[in-house]
């Protein structure tokens, strides 16, 4: 007896259980071979994208000031020879630049949409990439780039156009006449005119001290400081998240050290009067003990 096969002379019997057996073998092997097959297909498709496929969406910010340029980069080393790009603008995607190479055509629609972009629209030749020059806000808004070739990319910017930030304007309420005036401290007011989306700072160093943030349109901002003694470390500074104006407080222009300020003195001269008085007392106990020596050898003869 072998394998559960039973001989009888010439004939063969098959146990039930072994039919059974064979069957379930067939099963697995056909299905074993059906996830080969799943296996082999997923895998060419997955080539079939990498040869012709549609990359995803990506989407860039740019902030940018009013009267200066922006590039708008979309990462390709070169253009293909077969390579069709087309640049829109704003929600409706209005056709602003077309580039086709395969006709060594180049298109740049700067007069539609009222003539906004006339003359301030630059294509690279070799990259596609779109330049805006002197920026204004009606410039802000999304900026679509579409790549169709072998592969298609499709870029999204999203432009921020901001007002040029002005400079801080630092104002003195100091009392005018410090012998007459029981306060010692000085009232400094930093003030910004027409400005949005920006932080107002005073700094002493590179410590801040204070600041106020705004997010509204066209408004006035000032932000107070009061200081005993003054420096020329004081700033005050409006800033937005990419770029700053400062203003530094000059301490002959505005308030002057004030006169009672007994120990707001500059740390050089701190450091001066420090020398000199242990100068003066070492020359001071020298001739001390000069002076009891001399005596002591008088008292001895």
């Known amino acids: 007896m072998g394998c559960g096969v039973i001989h009888s002379g010439e004939r063969e019997t098959v146990n039930p259980h072994q039919l059974h057996l064979y069957s379930t073998l067939d099963k697995l092997r056909t299905t074993d071979l059906w996830k080969k097959m799943i296996c082999t297909f997923v895998f060419s498709c997955m080539c079939c994208c990498c040869l012709v ?46 580039i086709n190479r395969a006709t060594n055509e180049i298109s740049i629609k700067d007069d539609d949409l009222d003539g906004r972009f006339r003359g301030r629209l630059k294509v690279d030749n070799k990259t596609g990439s779109l330049t805006i020059n002197n920026i204004t806000n009606t ?12 592969t298609e990319t499709e870029i999204r910017f999203n432009v921020t156009v901001y007002a040029r930030l002005p400079i801080p304007v630092i104002i003195s309420d100091c009392p005018q006449n410090f012998s007459s005036s029981s306060s010692s401290y000085c009232s400094l007011l930093c003030s910004v005119v027409n400005v949005g989306h920006v932080t107002l700072s005073w700094y002493k160093g590179h410590n801040l001290l204070s600041s ?35 203003t530094l407080l000059n301490n002959t222009q505005f308030c002057q050290p004030c006169p009672d300020c007994v120990f707001c003195c500059h740390v050089p001269e701190v450091v001066t009067r420090l020398v000199i008085s242990a100068l003066v007392g070492m020359a001071a106990a020298f001739i001390v003990v000069y002076d009891i020596s001399s005596r002591k050898g008088e008292e001895e003869r």
């Not at 969406?57 to 390709?76: A, F, H, P, R, Y």
């Not at 410039?139 to 072998?150: A, F």
């Not at 107070?224 to 700053?244: G, H, I, M, Q, R």
């Open 212 to 246: 106020i943030s705004v997010s509204d349109l066209n408004i006035t901002l000032s932000l107070p400081l009061e200081v005993e003694c003054l420096d020329d470390l004081y700033s005050c500074v409006v800033a937005y998240s990419f770029t700053n104006q400062t």
């Open 53 to 98: 496929g549609v990359f995803g969406d990506t989407d860039k910010v740019k902030s940018v000031m009013e009267g200066d340029s922006v590039t708008l980069q979309i990462n390709v080393t070169e253009i293909q020879t077969d390579d069709l790009i087309m640049w829109k603008f704003g929600t409706k995607k209005t056709l602003i630049v077309k």
């Open 139 to 150: 410039d802000s808004g999304l900026y679509e780039v579409t790549i169709s070739g072998k």
